[in-house]
């Protein structure tokens, strides 16, 4: 009897061992440039899969294969996952969301301003000095409305998301 009650205990041991392994691989490692050049991206159905795609690892490298194997596959919709992420994110911040929204017409609009009146050609340092200038505003800005926090939050919550979808899901032979 006592070897049944540690059996279920050393299964979820090992099991978080194997999880808590994926914290020190590289699951960009074999991704290449074809891979995020590709035009077919699956739909979200394909992502998510049957209930039958998906089985725990039986050992870490195991689980590691499968992570950089689907990521391969599935590198759009991880990056689909994180600006869901990020939207929700700032769902209830609404003046965080639009200063984001238009840090990039302000932007646009001072690099129109300045080849407009020609000091693009005239003086390059200038265009440059300014444009560099703007990019610390509204730096500045986004990390005073916590927009900043809201990205690394949303940029971590993804990647334990591919962490966890990567391992669990079943490759393809």
Same mark, same amino acid.
């Given at each position: 009897?006592?070897? #049944?009650? *540690?059996?279920?205990?050393?299964? &979820?041991?090992? #099991? ?12 960009? !490692?074999?991704?290449?440039?074809? @891979?995020?050049? *590709? @035009? *077919?991206?699956?739909?979200?159905? &394909?992502?998510? /899969? ?21 990521? #391969?596959?599935?590198? /759009?919709?991880?990056?689909? &996952?994180?600006?869901?992420?990020? $939207? ?15 840090? %990039?017409?302000?932007? @646009? ?8 009146? /020609?000091? @693009?050609?005239?003086?390059?340092? &200038?265009?440059?000095?300014?444009? %560099?200038?703007?990019?610390? !505003? ?12 809201? %990205? ?13 979808? !990567?391992? $669990? ?5």
């Amino acid at each position: 009897m006592q070897s #049944r009650e *540690k059996q279920p205990v050393s299964t &979820v041991v090992s #099991r978080a061992k194997i999880l808590l392994s994926l914290l020190k691989i590289n699951p960009f !490692g074999k991704l290449t440039t074809n @891979d995020l050049t *590709k @035009d *077919k991206t699956h739909p979200f159905s &394909v992502f998510r /899969g049957r209930t039958e795609l998906y089985s725990f690892p039986e050992s870490q490298s195991e689980a590691a294969a499968r992570v950089q194997e689907n990521v #391969r596959q599935f590198n /759009g919709n991880y990056i689909l &996952v994180f600006v869901i992420f990020f $939207l929700i994110s700032l769902y209830k911040q609404p003046i965080p969301f639009l200063t984001l929204l238009a840090s %990039f017409p302000v932007t @646009d609009y001072l690099d129109n301003l300045i080849i407009r009146k /020609g000091l @693009d050609q005239a003086y390059p340092f &200038v265009r440059r000095l300014l444009f %560099f200038i703007s990019k610390l !505003g509204i730096a500045a800005l986004l990390m005073r409305t916590e927009v900043v926090i809201a %990205f690394f939050f949303s940029l971590l919550a993804a990647y334990f998301a591919m962490l966890l979808h !990567g391992a $669990l899901r079943i490759l393809h032979e």
